[in-house]
Structure formats: structure tokens, C-alpha cells
């Protein structure tokens, strides 16, 4: 071990992880520029890291093609009892799935270094932030975490001898025996990897894959599932949630929290710069927002990263102008196409396609291919502070004061572009309701409506039912400084299968028509479903959609949303008696209304 390690705890903790393990070496990181610089050195060395000329302190990696996504079959919760996790969680017993892990684990570190990770989750020292120690034998995890999270030896300071932080065990599940030649991207087979949340004791245990959200335990296992468990417990939120500013030409600012399932384009909305003259856009985060009731009643929240971990095929300077620009250096690149030149390449980026590139498994590629250049989940993992556009409070301690939520899914029927909630408890109604449809970049069969209440279906780490519950006691809380709500579908098509609504930078309209809802200055329209803007009231000066599109694009037909009810009833079966009654009633409330 390269240094001596104050914390109590988290000593026994090393010692008892490097027993079971049995590494050959222990590293604990301290998160400096020359430990990366170390670490990517290593990494080139051994030929995993691939250097790009055309990007400075950036380089490519290539995933084993058996480990490409999140692996959310192999996700637990582990809660003494079943109804405990719910029923949107898979389950295994603590005791069962400790011994299973415990074999695993035992000497799967063999022939490789042990690398203990502090970090801060949120600013070092921020009353709403959490330190979390991971230990993994990944160099690849190392500097991922050193982009994505705040890795520090501030952390262990600030952890004293007796601090607490949440233990993330991370192993790729890849032992190397004496002599034996490691691979580009060890990692175990898919029935070997298990993603297990302990939320009882604040403990994660990751074993098998290398890869994004099963590796990098600061993300989705300890700020989403873990925080989910925690901010129940103690009366504050974890979602999975964009943060942005936007400021009004009078210089109002207002701060939204937003949260979408899947290939909705949520980091895109993050960094969006408003086509609407005069306002101004600016990115706070682009994930996961924690949020506290500030001294003065009202919801602050952080982002409690450190970096954007993005899906790069379909990023380009048409779709995302500003991801583009937070990419020119210091990235780390996953499953991406390599160019002859030395830089990246994935589908949907700016410019005619390469004549020839090597893909994401590292074969040939020419336009002619049939198979894709990156993988569909190919990512970017990119400082936050190098976004042009990041919020310059965006490392505020106490965090922004939270003024809309806005909730999501895509649709290309029933769905308007925006509706008002009524009022805190519908607007949970809408977020507990919320569907997408499938597309090619989501598993499953295309065009399948899929339920995923306030896009926490694979992150919620306790039963969903009590989470709605939850989310009900903070409207409580809150009172009239609750944040508004709003629901939007960008994605409502027309009949000959055209997108009505030409999205992007034009979301700025429906943003601006929110605040204005905030500040009482706009209109709105009583519909079955919310408030809807009527005639006038949302900005479309210099937009070339035609008034028929519009009418058709805040169009409510009761009868399609009578269609909805049955498939709603369901979704909410499947909670049983942990459903809110206050939800029932929305249902009903919601029902009466479509007559
Ligand atoms: O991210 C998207 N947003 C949010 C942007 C701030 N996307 C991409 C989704 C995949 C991740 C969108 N796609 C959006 C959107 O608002 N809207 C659409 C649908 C659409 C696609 C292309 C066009 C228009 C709408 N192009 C033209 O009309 C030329
Ligand atoms: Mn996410």
C-alpha cells in the first residue's frame, strides 16, 4: 500500500477486501493530474488505451463486444425482504447474495493491482455532497472516475479517522494467473456479473463488467440507487435529473429540473442554447440532481457529478453544439470508430462518413459495412467544466434554487408538447405515469409503449410505490414553494409520420412559456389531461411550423386518452397496496375529467 490510511473504517475496509481479493498490489488514488497522466500512460503501454492526434489528452478504449450497456437483469436490491425493493427491482436475500458475490470474489484480483478511489459525490465539503470510496482493479475505472466524480486525497482528509463514506466494491471478475496474458478488456460472462445494492448498509458490490454505469459506482449505483434509499430516509431527493438555468432578457433566472427515459435527448436539453432572443441557457448537469429544502423553504439542488458520460452516436453540432465543443480534449472515448486520421467517428456526427475507419470491435469499416462503425451505446467522458455553456454556479455548495420540474417521455401520438399539472399532486400523477416508446436504440420490440415512473424505473433503489409516496411527503414539505410541473413530448408526429415539432433549440419556446407560467404572465387553457397553452400564449415568432402542425401538436383527444386508462390501471396494479391513495385519486380525479 502506497500510503498510509487514517480512516478506521476504511482501513479494516482495504484489509478485508485485499484478503478476499488478493491483489497483487494496492494503490490508493489521490486524484492528481500526474496520477492520470500515470495511469493513461500505463494503459497506453499495454495497447488498451488508444491515442487520438486529433484530439489533445484524448483517447479510445474498446469494450469486450459482451460488455457494452448496463447489465439490468444482473441488477439488485438487496433489502431483507422482497417487498422491500419492489416490484420494478430484482431481489436476492442479503445473506444469499453475499455468500454467491463472496465466492466470486474470493482471489479475483489475483495478478492485478487493487485501486482504492475516494471521491466526492457533489463539491468536496458541500453540506448535500457524499463520499464514497470505490475499490476496483480497473485502470479504466480509475480514470473514468478521476473525469466523472471528484477524486481526491482531500476526501480522506475530509474523512478524518472516524468519517463515513459508502463503500463501492468493484471487481471485473477476471483473475490472471501466473503467466497468463491479459486481454484488451477482461471481464467475466454475463451469468458471472452481478450489480448489487445493499441500501440498508449504504454498500455496493459490482462484480464482472468493466463497463459505464456497472463500473463507475459513483453514477447510477451510489448517486442514483443508494442516494434514492438515503435521501428517502433523511427527507430529501436523488433523481435522474438534467439541472439548467435559464435567464429571462430582464436577467430572471430559472432553474429546472428535468427528467426523460432513454433516447430522448436529455443531455442534449442540457446544454440547448434558446433560439428565443433575449434568453439564455446555461448547464448545471445533465443526469442526477440531489435536492435539499433550503433555510428558506425552498428545493436547492446539485449536480453531483463531475463529468458527462454521454451516448455519442447521434451528438453532432446540429443535434448538440455544445457537447461538440466539450469534446475537443481531455476525453475519454468507449466504442467509438477510429478514423484513419486519429480521431472518432460514430454515427450521426457532422459530415460525410468516413472512407474507411476500424470499428468499435476493432475490425475494417468502410460506408459499405453492414454493421455499424461505434456501438450504439458508444460513449464520451468529458469534463464538465470544459461545457462552454456550464453554469458558473454549477459548483455551488448550497446548489440552485429549483423553480420547475419537467417530466417526459416520446410519443408520436396522444401525447401533447406540454402540459401544466394542475397542481403537486398531479404533477406526480404525470411523472408516475410517464411512457416512452420504444425505438431501435432501446431493447425490445419498436413503437412498445414503456412505463418508466419519473425515469428511475432501473435506478429506484426501494419499492417504487413508497418512492411516489415520497415524492407526495415533499410536496407536502415544500408547501407553495413546490416547484411547478410539466409534461413534454418532443417527438408527436403527424399523420404521414413527420415530427410535428422541430425540437432542439425551439424547446426554448416551451421552456420560456413555463417561466412565464411561474411568473403569472402567460395564459393556459383547462384540458383533461393539464393546462395547456392556448392560442398565443406560447412564443412562436420565427418559427416556420404552420398553425394546423400547432393545433395538432397541443391537441387533447379524450378518447385516445380513454384508450390510456387500462394500461395506466395496470401500471399501477403492479404496485399493490404500496400504490399512494393520493394517486388513486388522481386516477379517478383524471378519469372524471375525460368523461
Ligand atoms: O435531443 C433531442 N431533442 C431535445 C433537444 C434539446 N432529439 C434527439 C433525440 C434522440 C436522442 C430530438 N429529436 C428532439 C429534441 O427536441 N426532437 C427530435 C425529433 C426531430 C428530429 C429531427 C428534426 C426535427 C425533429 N429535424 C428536422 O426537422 C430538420
Ligand atoms: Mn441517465
Redesign the pocket.
Known amino acids: 500500500m502506497n500510503i498510509e490510511v487514517k480512516n478506521k473504517m476504511l482501513d479494516a475496509w482495504i484489509r478485508e477486501v485485499a484478503e478476499m481479493c488478493t491483489p497483487d498490489e494496492i494503490y490508493v488514488c489521490n486524484g492528481s493530474r500526474k496520477e492520470y497522466d500515470q495511469m493513461i500512460q500505463q494503459l497506453l503501454d499495454s495497447g488498451i488505451a488508444i491515442p487520438l492526434k486529433k484530439r489533445p489528452n484524448s483517447y479510445l478504449f474498446r469494450s469486450d463486444p459482451s460488455d457494452v450497456a448496463r447489465v439490468e437483469d444482473n441488477t439488485y436490491i438487496s433489502t431483507p425482504s422482497r417487498t422491500e425493493a419492489g416490484p420494478t427491482n430484482n431481489w436476492i436475500a442479503p445473506d444469499k447474495l453475499k455468500k454467491t458475490m463472496k465466492d466470486l470474489y474470493e482471489g479475483c484480483m489475483k495478478g492485478r493491482t487493487m485501486y482504492v478511489i475516494p471521491f466526492s459525490m457533489g463539491p468536496i465539503g458541500s453540506p448535500i455532497s457524499k463520499i464514497g470510496v470505490e475499490i476496483s482493479d480497473s485502470p479504466y475505472v480509475v480514470v473514468n472516475m478521476h473525469i466523472m466524480t471528484r477524486v481526491s486525497d482531500r476526501v480522506l482528509e475530509l474523512l478524518g479517522t472516524n468519517g463515513e463514506f459508502i463503500p463501492c466494491l468493484h471487481s471485473i471478475g477476471a483473475p490472471l494467473e501466473e503467466g497468463q496474458e491479459d486481454s484488451k478488456w477482461p471481464c467475466a460472462p454475463i451469468e458471472k456479473k452481478y450489480i448489487s445494492h445493499f441500501p440498508e448498509e449504504n454498500l455496493i458490490w459490482s462484480y464482472g463488467s468493466g463497463y459505464g454505469g456497472n463500473a463507475l459506482l459513483g453514477k447510477k449505483c451510489l448517486a442514483l440507487r443508494i442516494a434514492s434509499a438515503m435521501a428517502k430516509r433523511e427527507g430529501w431527493m436523488a433523481e435522474h435529473m438534467l439541472i439548467l438555468r435559464l435567464t429571462n432578457p430582464e436577467g430572471k433566472q430559472f432553474h429546472i429540473a428535468a427528467a426523460f427515459p432513454s433516447?430522448?435527448?436529455k443531455t442534449?436539453?442540457a446544454m440547448?442554447q434558446p433560439s428565443v432572443p433575449g434568453w439564455k441557457c446555461e448547464c448545471v448537469g445533465d443526469d442526477i440532481a440531489w435536492m435539499k429544502i433550503g433555510p428558506d423553504g425552498r428545493l436547492y439542488a446539485i449536480n453531483p457529478e463531475n463529468g458527462f458520460f454521454g451516448v455519442a452516436p447521434?451528438t453532432s453540432y446540429d443535434?448538440?453544439p455544445m457537447a461538440m465543443d466539450t469534446l475537443k480534449e481531455n476525453v475519454i472515448f468507449t466504442n467509438c470508430a477510429l478514423t484513419d486520421e486519429g480521431d472518432v467517428w460514430w454515427e450521426g456526427i457532422d459530415g460525410d462518413p468516413p472512407k474507411h475507419a476500424i470499428d468499435w470491435k476493432g475490425n475494417d469499416w468502410t460506408p459499405d459495412s453492414t454493421d455499424v462503425a461505434a456501438h450504439a451505446n458508444a460513449r464520451f467522458t468529458a469534463p464538465a467544466a470544459q461545457c462552454p455553456v456550464i453554469c458558473e454556479d454549477w459548483e455551488k455548495p448550497e446548489g440552485v434554487p429549483i423553480d420547475i420540474f419537467i417530466f417526459g417521455g416520446r410519443r408520436s401520438s396522444v401525447v401533447p408538447l406540454v402540459t401544466e399539472a394542475y397542481n403537486w399532486d398531479h404533477g406526480v400523477f404525470l411523472g408516475s405515469t410517464a411512457a416512452s416508446e420504444t425505438t431501435a436504440a432501446n431493447i425490445g420490440a419498436v413503437g412498445n409503449l414503456r412505463r418508466d415512473p419519473f425515469a428511475m424505473k432501473p435506478f429506484c433503489g426501494y419499492n417504487m410505490g413508497d418512492y411516489f409516496q415520497h415524492w407526495m411527503e415533499m410536496g407536502d414539505k415544500l408547501g407553495d414553494k413546490a416547484p411547478r410541473c410539466f409534461y413534454v413530448n418532443?417527438?408527436r408526429k403527424s399523420e404521414d409520420g413527420k415530427?410535428l415539432?422541430?425540437?432542439?433549440?425551439d424547446?426554448s419556446r416551451v421552456l420560456k412559456w413555463m417561466c412565464e407560467r411561474v411568473d403569472g404572465k402567460a395564459g393556459a387553457e383547462e384540458t383533461p389531461i393539464g393546462l395547456l397553452p392556448k392560442d398565443g400564449d406560447l412564443d412562436t415568432q420565427g418559427l416556420d411550423t404552420s398553425a394546423d402542425d400547432l393545433k395538432e401538436l397541443l391537441k387533447v383527444d379524450a378518447e385516445a386518452w380513454k384508450a390510456e386508462i387500462p394500461d395506466i390501471e395496470n401500471h399501477f396494479t403492479t404496485f399493490g397496496d404500496r400504490l399512494p391513495d393520493r394517486l388513486k385519486k388522481q386516477l379517478e380525479e383524471f378519469r372524471h375529467r375525460l368523461g
Open positions: 433516447a430522448c435527448g442534449n436539453l440547448m447521434g443535434t448538440n418532443w417527438f415530427f415539432w422541430p425540437g432542439f433549440s424547446n
